[in-house]
C-alpha cells in the first residue's frame, strides 16, 4: 500500500526537503503541500491523505488549529506534528487536537520515515519523555475508586483484549507485547484493531488514556 502525504509547512525549502525524501520512498507519496494551516486543511478535504506532516507555527491559522479543523473535515487521515521546538505545550496541544505524534524537524530521515509508517499504520509515535509527561498530567484528572470491573467500555473487549490494552498502556511495542503474552505479532495487530473498533479510539495514544482512564493500568 502507498502511503499518501501531505506536506504543510510555511517555508519552502523544508517542504522541498520533505518531499525530496518522500519521493525515494517506494511506499510512500507525496500528494501535495500546504503553506499554511488554512490550505492544509482544504487539501486534505480534497486530497484525503493518509498522513499529515504538520509544522506548528505557521501564519494564519497555526497547525495546532489545523489539526483540530482537518481531524473533522478528513478524519481518515493521521497528523504528525513537526516543530523545532522541543516543548511539551505543543506536543499536548497536539495530542488533545487529535494528532498521533510528535517528532522534531532535527529527526533523521529514517525516523520520519519510520514515524509515518507507524502512524499510517494506526501506531502512535511519541518519545518516552513525552508519554511520561502525558501520564504524569492525566493523573489529577483521573477519578479515584474507578473499578475497571464495572467500566462498560472495557465489558466490550475480550479477556485477551483486554491484556492487549494492558501491554499498550505499559508503552510496549506489537514485538513486546508479543513476547509478554506469547503472541504472534500479526495476532497482536488482530487484537489492536478490535479494540481500536470496539472502543472507537483512532490509535494508541487513545488507547494509552483510555487504560488510565479507566483504573486498567494505575499511573503509580
Do not use: C, W
Request: proline residues 5%; without cysteine; hydrophobic residues 45%.
Amino acid at each position: 500500500m502507498t502511503i499518501r502525504i501531505l506536506i504543510a509547512d510555511d517555508e519552502a525549502l523544508l517542504r522541498m526537503a520533505f518531499s525530496t525524501v518522500l519521493e525515494a520512498q517506494p511506499d510512500m507519496a507525496p500528494v501535495g503541500e500546504a503553506a499554511d494551516g488554512a490550505q492544509a486543511v482544504r487539501l486534505a478535504r480534497e486530497l484525503r491523505p493518509d498522513v499529515v506532516l504538520m509544522d506548528v507555527r505557521m501564519p494564519g491559522t497555526d497547525g495546532i488549529e489545523a489539526t483540530e479543523q482537518l481531524i473533522t473535515a478528513s478524519p481518515q487521515s493521521r497528523v504528525l506534528i513537526l516543530t523545532t521546538f522541543d516543548l511539551d505545550e505543543y506536543a499536548f496541544a497536539g495530542l488533545n487536537a487529535g494528532a498521533s505524534g510528535f517528532l522534531l524537524k532535527n529527526a533523521r530521515p529514517e525516523e520520519l520515515l519510520t514515524a509515518i509508517r507507524n502512524i499510517a499504520a494506526g501506531d502512535a509515535v511519541l518519545s518516552p519523555r513525552i508519554t511520561r509527561r502525558l501520564l504524569e498530567n492525566l493523573r489529577p484528572h483521573i477519578p479515584d475508586g474507578r473499578d475497571p470491573e464495572h467500566d462498560e467500555r472495557l465489558s466490550r473487549l475480550s479477556t485477551r483484549e483486554r491484556e492487549v490494552l494492558v501491554q499498550v498502556g505499559r508503552g510496549l511495542s506489537n514485538t513486546e507485547i508479543a513476547a509478554t503474552l506469547y503472541l504472534a505479532e500479526a495476532t497482536v495487530k488482530s487484537h489492536l484493531g478490535r479494540i481500536f473498533h470496539k472502543l472507537e479510539l483512532r490509535d494508541r495514544i487513545q488507547a494509552v488514556v483510555l487504560a488510565y482512564e479507566t483504573r486498567l493500568i494505575h499511573p503509580t
